[in-house]
């Protein structure tokens, strides 16, 4: 890995400005390199002057930057020692020994970075010019010197003060023991502090130098952390964390012959047969009383859906296939056979709002990410709220990643409340009952938090976002419609969501256990409701001195408030969907917030599955397939009344989602539910399409009961057990046991409250039809 990003992937967040500027040293080289190979106006010794100039002056201002932080924590040394001896302040000592433990290793880490920063930069002007100055430059350094001197004698020391003075506070005298917890909670911290942005850095340094690409769900991951750093192994669990859109199968083939191939994959082979056998034959039967637009319409709905749901071919890749077979096979009647009407109609369905609004709201949770605030608020709220108790740890991790959906998206929202999970569950207690139940309550809880998080606004999950897109173009629903909804019906399903996962840990098998150890005098160990939380940087103590921080919490209210008073919004821009450009300009557009890369990191994939899911809205609707399903299924339940209708869509909607994936699920499904909703909705019902269309929607994020039916899900399926059979903590029926009830549960409040709400909240004059005037 170049010497750059290994700076960069490896520096410490709050000392960044402090380490030397290795690309405009850098720069200067390749600068002076030009010069000479261009005019010859800058000698070699003259260039190495001007260079070794500029080198000692960034190295005097990287030994003045030391100095202080050195000041400062030799101060924090002597009021820390001077508490050791207090005993009420021994919880907070514990912590402030870690702190001040990480500092002084990072400050060593300091050192070495920037003396082999200077190195390779002299380094690397000796290779153009035919040099030798690297060896001497390096020795007669006094600034580089100095600091290595220091580090030797007098950090090492305070080091070792750390380790002894907690050995006799936490650890009756043992030093190494003292030693191994403090390395852990460092481990710990590093993992903390260099979180999500950390590993989106490698993610794009892999991409640029084609070193390799990512591994399959669920796997373990490498990472140059892991080779180039300090970090324990078992670190690598915790950076195996994944928020791919959903799980997919990978399609490896083989540099084998056909005929073994097929041996081997002989399932998928026969599936994927089945698969293109039914499209074809959809394609050339002839259907009674389908019409030939129809019938080519459904043969692909078929392809897309079982290609959907299979996941073999990465959902974006099916997304952007569709539009093309709209054209092709020609499920457009209105363009009258016109190829190029047929394209300019599929393009035009293709990009929407809803792209707009997916792109503003990942730019806001990148910027937070970015900047540490998510991290930051979530670890104090869960110090401050969760008191030492593991009932409440579990409900402030649900709300955390309930409310944190909502805020940036469900898929980033798990990631960060994995990444806090972890940490906590490899200080209980191993090889326990009540550890196992609790760890699997904890996980499968931060997950199905995040599913129902989902669906708080139409940004909060892709879901969401593909039903939004619908709702909101073809009927005029409103992003405050929907959250006015979904928010009361969501909350109620988080409450319930609790109080029946909060049993699952408290396993009468383990009671006996439980009894032995308290009368053997376990004291806390043996309480089973208490939960000591790993050291932590609760919060920089700096939070309001960086003005970005304060820039993006502003941007972000600002780009909420907006999407809630749609009137308003609508009165200014025109569309509400257009205000999410907003956000977007006001966060790229300061420099030092947002890259170039951010970017291109964007989740371009959301977008175009989205483009694959309007373009098959657009033939479904225009080739009249909408219209026979919609007979059919009226036909079918004419004289049911309106909650039955209710109900079965919602109970349809959940079991489709739990078992294909809730994306894929919004993608086929909710075409068909709006336009069922046309016909049986009655006319003088208040809320329209919406008392059905909006149901359904917030259904597709309650189906839980399998692994593989969201990424909150997924993501809780990477987390491993600490120790040596590093097993994971879920398996599938850990899944299933609480998500059945759960998901029967969810089936009865969204068809009861999200109707009730949605005929109460819904304005009339948006929710006739395709043609309603947009708010």
Known sequence: MKFSYELEFNAFGPWHDGYINYKRLKKLIKDQRHDLEGA????????????????????????????????????????????????????????????????????????WLNSEGARKLVKKFDKFHGSSHCQYFIADCDALSEMNRIIEVEVRPMITSIQRSYASSFCGGDETAAAEELSQALS?????????????????????????????????????????SSLSPEDGKRSSLVSPLYASVELKIPERGCWQ??????????????????????????????????????????????????????????????????????TLPSSHGDRAAAARMAMAAMWSGAQLMVLASFSLAAALSKLRIDKELACVLLRVASGGSRVRTLMVLMFLGYSTSAAVGNVAASVLCMSIASPILD?????????????????????????????????????????FALLHSNYGLSFSEWCA???????????????????????????????????????LAADSDHLVLPPRLGGSGHFCDDWRRLYVIAVVLLTVTLWLCSSFTVLVFGDISLSALLPLVALFAVPDLLTKADFLSLPWDVCFLLAGGSALALAVRDSEL?????????????????????????????????????????????????????????????????????????????????????TPNINATAIRRQGDDNHPWLKSSDFLRPGLPVSVVSIGVVASLGFLLSEMVVTPSVVHGPHANLV
């Open 485 to 523: 909804v979904a928010i009361p019906t969501s909350f109620v399903l988080l409450l319930l969501t609790f109080w029946l996962l909060k049993p699952d840990y408290l396993a009468p098998a383990d009671d006996a256990r439980q009894a032995l150890l308290s009368a053997a005098g376990g004291g």
């Open 261 to 330: 191939y097929v041996r081997d994959y002989w399932v998928t082979v026969v599936v994927y047969t089945i698969v293109f056998a039914v499209f074809l034959s959809i394609l050339l039967v002839k259907i009674p009383g389908l019409p030939s637009p129809a019938a080519r319409c459904l043969a692909l709905l078929w392809l897309a859906s079982a290609l959907w749901s299979l996941g073999t071919v990465p959902l974006y890749v099916t997304g952007l296939a569709v539009p093309l077979l709209v054209v092709l096979l020609d």
């Open 40 to 111: 010859g106006i800058r000698p070699a010794p003259v260039a190495w002057q001007e260079f070794s100039e500029e080198v000692l002056s960034e190295l005097t201002r990287v030994q003045a930057y030391f100095s202080d932080i050195l000041a400062r924590l030799s101060s924090w040394m002597e009021d820390l020692l001077g508490e050791a001896g207090e005993p009420m302040v021994h919880p907070k000592y514990r912590k402030s020994c870690a702190e001040v433990y990480l500092e002084l290793n990072e400050l060593c880490n300091f050192v």
């Open 188 to 228: 710990e911290m590093l993992v903390w502090d260099r979180g999500t942005v950390w590993h989106d850095l490698i993610k794009l340094e892999r991409q640029r130098c084609r070193l390799g690409i990512a591994p399959a769900v669920g796997g373990p991951r490498r990472t140059s952390l892991q080779r180039s």
């Open 626 to 710: 909408l219209v026979v399903a919609s007979g059919f299924a009226s036909s079918v339940i004419e004289e049911a009344p309106l909650w039955v209708c209710i109900l079965a869509t919602v109970a349809l909607v959940t079991l489709v989602s739990t078992l294909v994936s809730h994306t894929a699920a919004a993608n086929v499904l909710m075409p068909f539910i709006c336009s069922l909703a046309e016909v049986v909705v009655p006319p003088q019902v208040k809320g329209g399409v919406a008392v059905l269309g909006i149901p359904a929607a917030l259904a597709l994020s309650v189906g839980c009961a399998l692994p593989i039916s969201s």
């Open 427 to 467: 200080e209980l207690p191993q090889n326990r009952v009540t550890t196992l139940n609790y760890g699997r309550s904890l996980l499968v809880a931060i997950a199905f938090a995040c599913n129902v998080g989902g669906m708080t606004s139409p940004v909060a999950s892709p879901q969401s976002v593909v039903a």
